[in-house]
């Protein structure tokens, strides 16, 4: 089934698993005692993403689409506060940059302003302290 390459490198064909292997290799992910990496190791197994998917159809923990990153915890409610402050981070992070063109902006605007008042020679901003006129 497999062949040799020149370099010592062996290429094999796609490998069909049973149902019962791809169980038996996800409770062991999920124990916490092997790697995605480990198990590839000391099983044979071909392809880079057949863990992650076996993870996701044979799975007990959620492992769908994570924010956070490492493997996923074995307590539901850790890996809920762990996911929710992922998404807080990259909230965050969204409004951190929301803030810097908002404050590029202000400053923009304010340049405008201090242009018109020095070429058109008027005063467009309020100045602190002075009371309004009554009319």
Same mark, same amino acid.
């Given at each position: ?5 020149? /370099? ?13 292997? @791809? ?6 992910? &999920? ?8 198990? @590839? ?42 996911? +929710? ?12 940059? &929301? +803030?810097? @063109? ?16 020095? &070429? +058109? /020679? ?14």
């Amino acid at each position: 089934m497999s062949t040799r390459k020149g /370099n010592g490198n062996f290429r094999s064909s796609p490998s069909v698993y049973s149902e019962a292997f @791809k169980r038996q290799v996800v409770q062991e992910f &999920e124990s916490g005692l092997y790697t995605k990496a480990s198990l @590839k190791r000391k099983y044979g197994i071909a392809g880079n993403s057949c863990i992650d998917r076996w993870l996701k159809k044979y799975g007990k923990l959620s492992h769908a689409n994570y924010l956070s990153i490492g493997r996923p915890m074995k307590d539901k409610d850790k890996q809920y506060i762990k996911e +929710l402050e992922a998404k807080l981070r990259k909230r965050e992070k969204g409004l951190e940059a &929301e +803030l810097r @063109k908002k404050n590029a902006e202000l400053s923009a605007y304010k340049q405008f302003i201090s242009i018109a008042e020095r &070429e +058109l /020679n008027i005063s467009i901003t309020k100045k602190s302290g002075i009371k309004p006129s009554r009319k």
